[in-house]
């Protein structure tokens, strides 16, 4: 059975940070690219950011550029989100996200196109 489980979310001031991990288990990590979404309610689920298979490529959604950094360890089945220059919109649940894909870059970005999901770590940012 696929599982992904995400930890570290919290509650920050704006300005502060955050680094989100993700836990993959049943599935050979190294086959999945992986991404971050998040929701804020009444919101529709929107990408945050996504990486490849072997973590040399990622990619980001403009909202996040330059203060977010997408990461992974293959070796210890793990994704990664570092989450800098906190914003109050930036509040939300981030679910983690896997497709199987040996692609060298990161194009998808739809909801629909991740196959696993895990259940969510909130992050609320105070102002």
């Known amino acids: 059975q696929v599982q992904l489980v995400e930890s570290g979310g919290g509650l920050v001031q704006a300005g502060g940070f955050l680094r989100l991990s993700c836990a993959a288990s049943?599935?050979?990590?190294?086959?999945?690219?992986m991404a971050w979404f998040r929701q804020a309610p009444g919101k529709e689920r929107e990408f945050v950011a996504g990486?490849?298979?072997?973590?040399?490529?990622?990619y980001y959604a403009d909202s996040v550029k330059g203060r977010f950094t997408i990461s992974r360890d293959n070796a210890k089945n793990t994704l990664y989100l570092q989450m800098n220059s906190l914003k109050a919109e930036d509040t939300a649940l981030y679910y983690c996200a896997a497709r199987w894909s040996q692609s060298r870059t990161v194009t998808r970005v739809a909801v629909n196109d991740y196959n696993y999901w895990g259940q969510g770590t909130q992050v609320t940012v105070s102002s």
């Open positions: 049943g599935l050979t990590f190294r086959l999945y690219a």
């Open positions: 990486i490849n298979w072997s973590g040399d490529s990622t």
